[in-house]
Nanobody, 128 residues
Framework: PVQLGESGGGLLHAGGFLRLSCNAV????????MGWFRRAPGKEREGVKC????????YDSDSVKGRFTVSRYNVNNALYRQMNRLKPDDKAMYFC?????????????????????WGRGTQVTVSS
C-alpha cells in the first residue's frame, strides 16, 4: 500500500522556524503533484502549498506566502517544507498529500478531494 509519512513537527516559539519532511513508500510519487495541508483546532482543513511534479509551478495560500517554502526531491520520493517566522496561528496538524495529477492547477490546487494519498500528519505548535 502507498504510505506517506510526515516528520519534523514540534513545539516552538513565535518567530522560529521548522522544516517538515514527507516520505512516500510503496509508490513512486515523482509523476504526481504534491501538497501540504493543515488543520487547526476548530477549523476546516486548509490547503497550504502545492508543488508540480517537476517543481516548475508552486502555489501557496495567502496565510503563508513569503514565510513558507516547499521543495521536493524526487530521487528520494521526498517532499519538504521550510516554515519561517512562525506565528501562533500556524499551530495545526500538517499533512502531506499526493494529487491524482502531475500539475497543481491554479484554481483548484487547494481542493482536498483532488488528492489521492494522505499522510497521518505531524503536529506543529507555536507559542506566543
Amino acid at each position: 500500500p502507498v504510505q506517506l509519512g510526515e516528520s519534523g513537527g514540534g513545539l516552538l516559539h513565535a518567530g522560529g522556524f521548522l522544516r517538515l519532511s514527507c516520505n512516500a513508500v510503496g509508490m513512486n510519487v515523482e509523476p504526481l503533484a504534491m501538497g501540504w495541508f493543515r488543520r487547526a483546532p476548530g477549523k476546516e482543513r486548509e490547503g497550504v502549498k502545492c508543488i508540480k511534479w517537476n517543481s516548475k509551478d508552486i502555489y501557496d495560500s495567502d496565510s503563508v506566502k513569503g514565510r513558507f517554502t516547499v521543495s521536493r526531491y524526487n530521487v528520494n520520493n521526498a517532499l519538504y517544507r521550510q516554515m519561517n517566522r512562525l506565528k501562533p496561528d500556524d499551530k495545526a496538524m500538517y499533512f502531506c498529500a499526493a494529487r491524482g495529477y502531475a500539475s497543481c492547477f491554479k484554481k483548484s490546487w487547494f481542493n482536498s478531494v483532488d488528492y489521492r494519498y494522505w499522510g497521518r500528519g505531524t503536529q506543529v505548535t507555536v507559542s506566543s
